[in-house]
């Protein structure tokens, strides 16, 4: 059985703080938390000064972190997940609702959250707003020189059934310039009976020409 530990952390004036507060205590009382820590982030600023939290409730569950009012059942559900699952479900909920800072902070940090970005890439069901927001990261991680540790990924990415992930997976194998990157966009832009040859000429090309301004 997974071991179940939440940091939840409240400030004064928060209107719903209380029934969080509430809820994760019944949780613990009914077995199904073994761990709660309750912080108070204007008396102890510095762990959530550590973690990025600006706004409460926030509640870090088995070191995955999560904010605002969740039903019972929201909350169950994420006890129940997996850790990538977790990752999954914040970078997914944070995107969807402009919080774009949260999610680049955590791909940035966590292997775990990278690993989820691409699980989302991949999923047909993942909404367009997410996405983008993805994308951007995307571009982070190549600009820090992070994404070519998974290049297999977007290998991967660029092979997948669904032509529009498929080519969002070409477009973040153009990024990396390396040789692997490189011989599977040309191959593509070859083999003119391939629906995307086009774009992976494009790129290519796009490529090239930004090559010859470094």
């Known amino acids: 059985m997974n071991s179940h530990e939440v940091e939840l952390f ?3 004036g928060c209107p719903i703080c209380p029934q969080m507060e509430r809820l994760f205590k019944q949780l613990q009382e009914e077995g ?18 550590q973690l990025g939290i600006r706004s409460a409730p926030s509640y870090l569950i088995n070191g995955v972190l999560f904010s ?7 909350i169950e559900q ?17 995107l969807a609702e402009g919080g774009m800072e949260t999610a680049r902070k955590a791909v ?9 970005l691409f699980d989302l890439l991949e999923d047909e069901e993942t909404p ?11 571009e982070e991680l190549a600009e820090q020189g992070l994404l070519e540790a998974y290049q297999s990924r977007l290998q991967q990415l660029a092979q997948h059934p669904e032509q529009r ?8 194998l153009s990024m990396l310039h390396s040789p692997e990157a490189i011989e599977t966009l040309s191959r593509i832009a070859e083999d003119e009976t391939h629906p995307l040859h086009e ?11 930004s090559d010859s301004l470094h």
């Open 32 to 49: 199904k938390l073994d761990r709660l820590e309750v912080i108070d982030i204007t008396r102890q600023p510095e762990r959530a000064q």
């Open 108 to 116: 940035l940090e966590n292997e775990a959250a990278r690993q989820a």
């Open 10 to 12: 409240v400030m004064p």
């Open 68 to 74: 605002g009012m969740k039903q019972r059942s929201e």
């Open 128 to 138: 367009l707003v997410v996405r983008i927001g993805l994308s951007a990261i995307i």
């Open 165 to 172: 992930i498929a080519l969002d997976g070409l477009y973040y």
């Open 78 to 94: 994420l006890l129940q997940q997996d850790e990538g699952e977790k990752w999954r479900s914040l970078l997914s909920e944070e």
């Open 199 to 209: 774009q992976a000429r494009e790129l290519l090309q796009e490529q090239a020409a």
